[in-house]
């Protein structure tokens, strides 16, 4: 990494800026992400699927004797 050159001096210079880069780019911190409030479609769709499975697992069960 820096026994490119063949002077000492242009090494250092290499190697100072290689570790500039790299400390720039360890300290990066990507911004972070706006969270958005889901659409009413998609809230729909969930509370249909919901429902969906709901009715489903009531059907697996024995019926109630009772209630009729």
Known sequence: ?????RSQYLNKIK??????????KSNFRPPKRIKTKPTKS?????LS???????KKKN????????Y
């Not at 699927?49 to 009715?55: A, F, N, V």
Request: hydrophobic content about 15%; proline content about 3%.
């Open 15 to 24: 190697c100072i800026k290689e570790i500039r880069r790299r400390i720039k």
């Open 42 to 46: 998609s809230i729909e769709k969930r």
């Open 1 to 5: 990494m820096c026994q490119d050159e």
């Open 60 to 67: 697996r069960k024995n019926p109630d004797i009772n209630s």
């Open 49 to 55: 699927e919901k429902k969906y499975h709901s009715e």
